[in-house]
């Protein structure tokens, strides 16, 4: 196989693409990469990994294969945009939004945990927009609830007309949550939880939070207003 490492360091602004494509891997790692205008994809059969807390501002990232966290990264929601891409973090990893990311076309988050906190990491008020065809999926195979969705700085998470979904914690006791404008938080795992535990800033439904799947459960905190 054929892999580009790439370290940041102190900072590289990309206005064009930064691409993994034939099969080949691109690893983007350490420092900040200044991408508004710019595109990172990751083509079918390809891998674009995030390692090594390298931050993301602004741009798309996009493609058919797979883009992966490492261990830690940052979506600096700058313009953020997700589009049709698989963006994927195994075991143990921190991926932190800020801002605004908007998830289109079909774009895929998946939070996978084998027992080890793996947490999607708001930092802040962060809204999660797009075109409604997002989907964040949390999934321990060990049915811990350990894929995690957690905040910090007063976090509060919009989720905004995106399907959050699987096995799982949201709040985590440190954030608020607001589901809005047709999200779906859906647990429909058969036999585990997803367990909404926000903090002061309580949890806000306008939209839909469901259980299914035979004995799933849907745990929902006392202060939530519907």
């Known amino acids: 196989f054929r892999r580009v490492l790439f370290r940041s360091g102190d900072g590289v602004t990309n206005a064009g693409t930064l691409r993994a494509s034939n099969g080949g891997f691109l690893r983007l790692s350490t420092g900040t990469v200044a991408n508004a205008g710019g595109t990172i994809e990751a083509q079918a059969n390809s891998e ?7 931050v993301i501002e602004g741009g798309t990232l996009t493609g058919a294969g797979t883009i992966r966290n490492i261990n830690t990264v940052t979506i600096d929601g700058i313009g953020s945009t997700l589009d049709g891409a698989t963006f994927v973090q195994g075991n143990g990893t921190s991926t932190t939004l800020i801002g605004t990311v908007d998830l289109i076309n079909g774009t895929t988050m998946a939070v996978n945990s084998n027992g080890t906190n793996t947490d999607l990491v708001i930092d802040g008020a962060v809204t999660l927009g797009g075109d409604g065809s997002g989907t964040v999926t949390l999934d321990d195979t060990t049915n811990l609830e350990r894929a995690r969705i957690r905040g910090i ?3 509060v998470l919009t989720n905004d007309g995106n399907t959050i979904q699987g096995e799982g914690q949201i709040g985590v006791g440190v954030m608020g949550l607001i589901n809005q404008n047709g999200g779906l938080i859906d647990a429909n795992v058969n ?3 997803i367990i ?3 903090n002061g800033s309580n ?3 306008t939209a839909t939070m469901r259980s299914e799947e035979h004995t799933s459960e849907l745990q929902s905190p ?3 207003v519907c």
């Open 48 to 54: 674009v990994e995030l390692a090594d807390s390298v």
């Open 153 to 155: 700085n007063n976090a």
């Open 191 to 193: 036999g585990q939880d």
């Open 196 to 198: 909404v535990d926000p």
């Open 203 to 205: 949890v806000t439904n």
């Open 222 to 224: 006392d202060h939530l």
